[in-house]
């Protein structure tokens, strides 16, 4: 797999070298110079954790290394189909087994976090290895933690950003159709279906590459997105019906939902997946934010249209981030106090909530 053939010189042509060439072979060598890999990716893992994890795994087990993909704790069950899953193993639930992959790992990938503390308990684990670190992520303010850096805030996922990685370092040829599925799966459910930070014309290069490698992109959107219980659409209605609350003269909604009514609805993991975007189908509205309990601490995603920058939103008033449409926080005070902080700041950013409303009419 180490030559470099036609169709990976003739493809790198076709879309910008982003990532520096002096960071495309830092992780090249690195990658040939070890054997058993660990990747890692952040707490609640979605989408693109879930893919840029797999697609990497998969990539790497074909170099003939040994790989083992780790997450903090649990993920939803409409990711489970993707070709590597159910080898994955969940530090909540094997944490000796997941402990001493890490210690006995030669190289550390991790994906899709910038920061330690994003990878719960496991992070402390991780910084204690002696095996070489490659961070591969696109949030801003990357920690100091790895040996190789490659952030890159301006791509919409780390999904693509591991196919350009392959690419660059000569491998595209060798790209699976399970790699592919991988790497797609994640560009769409971090771009939401292509609908933010997706204008970019190599994003759809990309995809024409990928689907010539076999993969059905309407396949994948219908196991990721047609494949929820009836329980979700129940508390997807008690949600819109009871917890959302509109705010007309800046344009922005809220969603809540607590623990208990979670409960009430059999709530698993990634019954809420999208909950956030709804509101920014009601005209007018150009910021959505959705806060719900989670065990130990209350979840807030936000979401935008326009030039609204949810991420400076998420920094200042909840010490969390993102990118300029979408972004998220944790809080570890109560719901009803989170609440609070939100609404409270929103007199703050009311002037650039009516231009971008202004903007989209």
């Known amino acids: 797999m180490q030559n470099i053939k036609f169709a ?10 982003i ?31 879930i893919g840029s994890s797999l697609a990497l795994c998969q990539f790497l087990t074909n170099m003939e290394k040994e790989v083992t993909v780790i997450m903090p704790n649990a993920f939803p069950d409409f990711l489970k189909w993707m070709p590597g899953a159910d080898q994955i193993l969940v530090y ?11 210690a006995n790992a030669d190289l550390i990938f991790a994906l899709d976090f910038n920061v330690l503390h994003r990878i719960g308990e496991m992070g402390t684990y991780v910084a204690d290895s002696k095996a070489r ?17 490659i952030s890159y805030p301006s791509m919409p996922s780390t999904s693509e950003m591991i196919f350009r990685l392959i690419c660059r370092m000569g491998y595209f040829t060798d790209l699976t159709k399970e790699c592919a599925e991988c790497i797609y799966t994640g560009m769409m459910t971090d771009t939401g279906s292509f609908t ?5 014309p190599e994003l759809y290069i990309i995809i024409s590459e990928l689907i010539k490698k076999g993969i059905n992109k309407d396949d994948i959107h219908s196991k990721v997105y047609n494949n929820y219980s009836a ?3 129940r508390l997807m209605g ?44 009601i005209k007018g509205i150009i910021f959505t934010a959705f806060i719900k309990e989670d065990v130990g601490m209350v979840k807030i995603s936000l979401r935008s249209h326009g030039s609204f920058p949810t991420n400076e939103f998420s920094a200042e008033v909840f010490g969390g981030g993102g990118h300029l449409n979408a972004s998220g926080a944790e809080s570890y005070v109560s719901l009803a106090e989170t609440v609070k902080k939100f609404e409270d700041a929103l007199p703050k950013y009311k002037e650039r909530l009516i231009e971008e409303m202004n903007k989209s009419k």
Request: charged share 25%; hydrophobic share 40%; with cysteine.
């Open 231 to 233: 329980d979700r659409f």
């Open 133 to 149: 670190k490659v961070m591969v992520d696109h949030h801003l303010e990357p920690g100091g933690f790895a040996d190789v850096i």
């Open 196 to 200: 933010y930070n997706s204008n970019n």
């Open 19 to 49: 990532i520096d060439e002096d960071l495309i072979q830092q992780a090249k060598e690195e990658i040939l110079n070890a054997n058993k890999v660990v990747i890692v990716s952040h707490v609640s893992p979605d989408g693109d954790a």
């Open 92 to 102: 909540a639930e094997k944490k000796a087994q997941s402990e001493a992959a890490i």
């Open 8 to 17: 990976d010189v003739k493809l790198c042509s076709m879309i910008s070298k």
């Open 238 to 281: 008690h949600l819109l019906s009871e917890n959302m609350k509109v705010y007309p003269e800046i344009g922005t909604a809220l969603l809540t939902l607590s623990s208990a009514e979670l409960k009430k609805y059999n709530f698993r993991k990634g019954d809420t997946e999208g909950f956030v975007n709804i509101p920014l189908s």
